[in-house]
Antibody
Framework: QVQLQESGPGLVKPSQTLSLICIVSGDPMNSGGSYWTWIRQHPVKGLEWIGFIYYTGITDYNPSLKSRVTLSVDPSKNQFSLTLNSMTAADTAVYFC????????????WGPGILVTVSS | DVQMTQSPSSLSASVGDRVTITCRASQKITKFLNWYQQRPGKAPKLLISAASNLQGGVPLRFSGSASGTDFTLTISSLQPEDFATYYCQQSYSTPYTFGQGTRLEIK
């Protein structure tokens, strides 16, 4: 059974960089076929797809965040990471990691999510 | 970006009712449409992929259909555990985009 778990800070100061890790269990990332994905959920704006990374390092980012976001992967640790710089209050959201299937876009399963608040 | 317009935004219904939620894409997405259920404080759960493929373990009372750029999620007989928020999502082209959600409440 595949499980994902996000970890990272719950509070980030404005202008700082957010770093989150998603630890994957039950599915070796280097077996291929999955697109490791980050999504966030704003209280008002709803669900926003951030981007995905394949175990080889190939990425696809949402253009709305592309200038600020970097995804990385470490198949040896079975984890992948999100870095989002120049954080503002608008980045306050619950951040989820998820596995994208063969078509990349069908997301299953998801991690439980981590609330990240941007505040001084 | 493909815009997904979901309706209604909220819906009150009773146990045993049949309910339908619709989602309209702003352009062609063929059948690259997924439905998710989200309970309060939990992550979304994939119910249906490719417009009509029920995921393993999802009750048969859930079904999905497509007609052009219009998509429908139907729950044939509401059960107490179905009261949640439902989202559609297109996976035809990146950036993948979600509908605004339908909150299904107990009448």
């Amino acid at each position: 059974q595949v499980q994902l778990q996000e970890s990272g800070p719950g509070l980030v100061k404005p202008s700082q960089t957010l770093s989150l890790i998603c630890i994957v269990s039950g599915d070796p990332m280097n077996s291929g076929g999955s697109y490791w994905t980050w999504i966030r959920q704003h209280p008002v704006k709803g669900l926003e797809w951030i981007g995905f990374i394949y175990y080889t390092g190939i990425t696809d980012y949402n253009p709305s965040l592309k200038s600020r976001v970097t995804l990385s992967v470490d198949p040896s640790k079975n984890q992948f990471s999100l870095t989002l710089n120049s954080m503002t209050a608008a980045d306050t959201a619950v951040y989820f990691c998820a596995r994208g299937g063969a078509t990349a876009g069908n997301l299953d399963p998801w991690g439980p999510g981590i609330l990240v608040t941007v505040s001084s | 970006d493909v815009q997904m317009t979901q309706s209604p935004s909220s819906l009150s219904a009773s146990v045993g009712d049949r309910v339908t939620i619709t989602c309209r894409a702003s352009q062609k997405i063929t059948k690259f449409l997924n439905w998710y259920q989200q309970r309060p404080g939990k992550a979304p759960k994939l119910l249906i992929s490719a417009a009509s493929n029920l995921q393993g373990g999802v009750p048969l009372r859930f079904s999905g259909s497509a007609s052009g750029t219009d998509f429908t999620l139907t729950i044939s007989s509401l059960q107490p555990e179905d009261f949640a928020t439902y989202y559609c999502q297109q996976s035809y082209s990146t950036p993948y985009t979600f509908g605004q959600g339908t909150r299904l409440e107990i009448k």
